[in-house]
């Protein structure tokens, strides 16, 4: 079975630092992209970032340009998210999801929730 | 907020035909395709729809995808209680350089 866990979420203060991780498993995760959603309290969905398989090429929204890190180890099957310099806006669930190349996202983690409140 | 638009409720009595609209731009539905995303209450979302108008494997063939132009649309054929739920539409943006996801649409069986 195709599974995303993700982990990390959590009360931080603004200005703060969080790092998000997903664990892969089920399938070859090196030959998948991935990206993170991110979707704040009653609120749309929100694409956060992109990696591709091998990590050549990222992209990442306006929102969080130059604040977050996406990275991956495929040694590991893990995807992580650091996030610096956090603001009260940056508050939501976050998902972890396989990306199908420009085409579609699935399967989508648990999601894990980040606060950000002083 | 989003530059890709959805109605924001959608409404039908069970066994009715409900279509859910995304209004994009020449730079995200108008040159790349289009996914669309189901929301239950309280759970993370799973893909409908990808690649404009297929079904992954286990989504029930009343769901549809189309799309034209920059416009795209999702058919729910034969409501059911089941369906009410938040349904985004999402494609890659090539401006942006990002995906974008449609605004949302809330569908409810009356």
């Known amino acids: 079975e195709v599974q995303l866990v993700e982990s990390g979420g959590g009360l931080v203060q603004p200005g703060g630092s969080r790092r998000l991780s997903c664990a892969a498993s089920?399938?070859?995760?090196?030959?998948?992209?991935m990206s993170w959603v991110r979707q704040a309290p009653g609120k749309g969905l929100e694409w956060v970032s992109y990696?591709?398989?091998?990590?050549?090429?990222?992209f990442y929204a306006d929102s969080v340009k130059g604040r977050f890190t996406i990275s991956r180890d495929n040694a590991k099957n893990s995807l992580d998210l650091q996030m610096n310099s956090l603001r009260a806006e940056d508050t939501a669930v976050y998902y972890c999801v396989r990306d199908g190349g420009n085409d579609w996202f699935d399967p989508w983690g648990q999601g894990t929730l980040v606060t950000v409140s002083s | 907020q989003s530059v890709v638009t959805q109605s924001p409720s959608a409404s039908g009595t069970p066994g009715q035909r409900v279509t859910i609209s995304c209004s994009g731009s020449?730079?995200?539905?108008?040159?790349?395709?289009v996914s669309w995303y189901q929301q239950l209450p309280g759970t993370a979302p799973t893909l409908l729809i990808y690649?404009?108008?297929h079904r992954p494997s286990g989504v029930p063939d009343r769901f549809s995808g189309s799309k034209s132009g920059t416009s795209a649309s999702l058919a729910i054929n034969g409501l059911q209680s089941e369906d009410e739920a938040e349904y985004y539409c999402?494609?890659?943006?090539?401006?942006?350089?990002?995906?974008?996801f449609g605004t949302g649409t809330k569908v409810t069986a009356l």
């Open positions: 990696i591709s398989a091998r990590a050549t090429t990222i």
């Open positions: 020449s730079s995200n539905i108008g040159s790349n395709t």
């Open positions: 089920g399938f070859t995760f090196g030959t998948y992209s």
């Open positions: 999402a494609a890659w943006d090539d401006s942006l350089n990002g995906y974008v």
């Open positions: 690649s404009d108008n």
